[in-house]
């Protein structure tokens, strides 16, 4: 079992900046891959980012592209999202997720085992 924690969420306004930390229970260095995914009411849970936790190689949306940044911390086993010049369609709930499985290409809901509770993100234009 992993438990995923999330924080840093809040309400910016466009053009503005937020971090969100992902503090997971296992190392993260022994995790296959760890993502961000958001939600908005109505829609699935899409990811806006992942990275192969030992390969290090990452992954984003193309809506998130050169504004958006994955990071892993794994000595503080910390999974981080910087999210840069934000804009009103990037409000959504934002969850961490984690699996110790090889899936393939580890962008899918259904590719994680481990979820964080979520953090919400609100921008305003």
């Known amino acids: 079992q992993v438990q995923l924690v999330e924080s840093g969420g809040g309400s910016v306004q466009a053009g503005g900046s937020l971090r969100l930390s992902c503090a997971a229970s296992a190392n993260t260095y022994s995790v296959y891959c760890m993502a961000w995914f958001r939600q908005t009411p109505g829609k699935e849970r899409e990811a806006v980012a992942r990275v192969y936790t030992r390969a290090g190689s990452t992954y984003y949306a193309d809506s998130v592209k050169r504004r958006f940044t994955i990071s892993q911390d794994n000595a503080k086993n910390v999974l981080s999202l910087q999210m840069n010049g934000l804009k009103p369609d990037d409000t959504a709930m934002y969850y961490c997720?984690?699996?110790?499985?090889?899936?393939?290409?580890?962008?899918?809901?259904?590719?994680?085992?481990?979820w964080g509770q979520g953090t919400q993100v609100t921008v305003s234009s």
């Open positions: 997720a984690a699996t110790k499985s090889g899936h393939y290409p580890c962008t899918r809901e259904v590719d994680f085992d481990f």
